[in-house]
Nanobody, 124 residues
Framework: QVQLVESGGGSVQAGGSLRLSCVYT????????YGWFRQAPGKKREGVAA???????DYAASVRGRFTISKANAENTLYLQMNSLNPEDTATYYC??????????????????WGQGTQVIVSS
């Protein structure tokens, strides 16, 4: 049984940093991609960052240059380092493991395995 559990969320002032972690257990196919997604109150879920099985990364334009996704295979952990946070980053953040496709299609299809989310609040 696959499980993904996020941690590291919290409250931070604008300009601050947080690092989210996602520990995954159970068998996940080696060619699956991993990603971070977020959903703000009253808004649709959106892709934030993704890493493919070959290490290629992708970022939403709104976070590129501020957020960094990484994966520690030996620890079965996915990370999201978030710097220069602003109030627009306030959301519940979810990690996911899914067959390779664009983040937009993953959100639309809600494919793969998902965690329960961790909340990030950025105050101005």
């Amino acid at each position: 049984q696959v499980q993904l559990v996020e941690s590291g969320g919290g409250s931070v002032q604008a300009g601050g940093s947080l690092r989210l972690s996602c520990v995954y257990t159970g068998y996940i196919h080696p060619w699956y991609s991993y990603g971070w997604f977020r959903q703000a109150p009253g808004k649709k879920r959106e892709g934030v960052a993704a890493v493919e099985s070959d290490g290629v990364t992708d970022y939403a334009a709104s976070v590129r240059g501020r957020f960094t996704i990484s994966k520690a295979n030996a620890e079965n952990t996915l990370y999201l380092q978030m710097n220069s946070l602003n109030p627009e980053d306030t959301a519940t953040y979810y990690c996911a493991a899914y067959p390779p496709e664009t983040m937009d299609r993953v959100v639309m299809k809600r494919s793969g395995y998902w965690g329960q989310g961790t909340q990030v609040i950025v105050s101005s």
